[in-house]
């Protein structure tokens, strides 16, 4: 049995005694970085999610070193509940990682207000005030993960509301980064690329869903979908003190599709 400062693969464990907060956390990326960060030692990770059922079975399958906390990141009075909640534990944070994120299929022709709504809401204003009401219990010298995207560069049709909001995303990062200075907190995005995550259960389901795989995955020049635990290592990479000279970056994890 592994001791707690015995790291996965034999190293220290990067994240020993940290505390963390992860929107999103109940499935995909948000999920395998929770693990993630338990595994590298993290003491404490607050988790948030919109359904109770998934919560619920995230938490089980993290571990007692999980908090589950519903709720919508678009709604500000649950984001005042979340800080409620990990204030009382009497514990600072180390890490915020902004994941929680929508992204459906909306040619331009066919956006309604609604529509729009929705992807700047969860994806620009929850994150916004993700971060911003974290920033009480926020040590100094802690990092802050803003889930972008490789859309911030390329322009894939159908999905320009949702490229316009992770477009916002990176400039909090830039923007950031320098308020935050003097608190020597680090901001930086990560953008990833094509990720094997329920997101594109919302797209299609069944064969098609199959067939959009397949074809995003021809597109990579690795060959494959990536796997939301890479995108986890690379979250927790940044969230580390490996990563203490790095602020204000772009963080491109999409197998090269972005970059060629």
Do not use: C
Not at 40 to 52: A, P, Q, S
Not at 199 to 213: D, N, P, R, Y
């Amino acid at each position: 049995m592994r001791s707690k400062d015995q790291a996965v693969g034999g190293n220290a464990k990067k994240l020993l005694g940290k505390v963390a907060v992860i929107t999103g956390g109940s499935t995909g990326m948000g999920l395998a970085t929770a693990k993630r960060f338990v595994d590298e030692g993290m003491d404490r990770v607050f988790i948030t999610g919109r359904r109770k059922d998934a919560l619920d079975a995230a938490v089980a399958e993290i571990g007692s070193n999980a908090v589950g906390i519903q709720g919508d990141v678009a709604n500000l009075k649950d984001l005042d509940h979340l800080y409620e909640v990990v204030q009382s534990s009497g514990r600072k944070l180390d890490v915020v990682f902004a994941n929680a994120g929508i992204s459906q299929i909306g040619p331009l022709g066919s956006v309604d207000e609604t529509f729009f709504d929705l992807h700047f809401n969860v994806n620009v204003k929850g994150l916004f005030f993700t971060v911003q009401k974290a920033l009480p219990l926020l040590r100094d010298g802690a990092s802050i993960i803003l889930n972008a995207s490789i859309a911030t560069i390329k322009g894939f049709p159908g999905i320009s509301v949702y490229s316009a909001t992770k477009g916002a995303v990176r400039s909090f990062a830039r923007t950031w980064t320098n308020e935050l200075r003097d608190r020597r907190i680090r901001v930086n995005a990560i953008s990833p690329g094509h990720i094997d995550t329920p997101i594109f259960e919302s797209w299609e389901k069944g064969e098609a869903l199959t067939k959009i795989k397949d074809e995003l995955a021809k597109n990579v020049p690795l060959g494959r979908l990536g796997d939301p635990d890479e995108i986890a290592k690379v979250v927790a990479f940044l969230a580390s003190d490996e990563a203490s000279y790095i602020s204000g970056i772009e963080l491109f994890v999409d197998g090269g599709v972005a970059q060629i």
